[in-house]
């Protein structure tokens, strides 16, 4: 399974990002796909994810009410649609594939793509 996200940038506090991951791969329908971030001098933490058939969707409680995760199957694509973005949203974006109970708990997934800066200036 292969991960491309983008979409990342300079956003000031109230604004919206929205990120995408293309993800291709023969077994990728194998797998639910999701974001994670790390701000500098923290550790990576989960932001949400869904599940192949769309049908589970889970959200960090950080980030409930304010971002969005979706997939669209024709472009074997899943977006992170980011409103009302905070400073403390500031982190590298990283998409990842792998089951849902390794996604909430960020522990052993199966595969991660390159990350995208998100940038929220105060």
């Known amino acids: 399974v292969q991960l491309q996200a983008s979409g990342g940038g300079l956003v000031q506090a109230g604004g919206s990002l929205r990120l995408s991951c293309v993800v291709s791969?023969?077994?990728?329908?194998?797998?639910?796909t999701g974001w994670f971030r790390q701000a500098p001098g923290k550790e990576r933490e989960f932001v949400a994810a869904i599940s192949w058939g769309g049908s589970g969707i889970w959200y960090a409680d950080s980030v409930k009410g304010r971002f969005t995760i979706s997939r669209d199957y024709a472009k074997n694509t899943v977006y992170l649609q980011m409103n009302s973005l905070k400073a403390e949203d500031t982190a590298v974006y990283y998409c990842?594939?792998?089951?849902?109970?390794?996604?909430?708990?960020?522990?052993?997934?199966?595969?991660w793509g390159k990350g995208t800066q998100v940038t929220v200036s105060s």
């Open positions: 990842a594939a792998s089951s849902i109970a390794r996604m909430r708990s960020g522990v052993g997934i199966d595969y």
């Open positions: 791969g023969r077994t990728a329908s194998s797998y639910s």
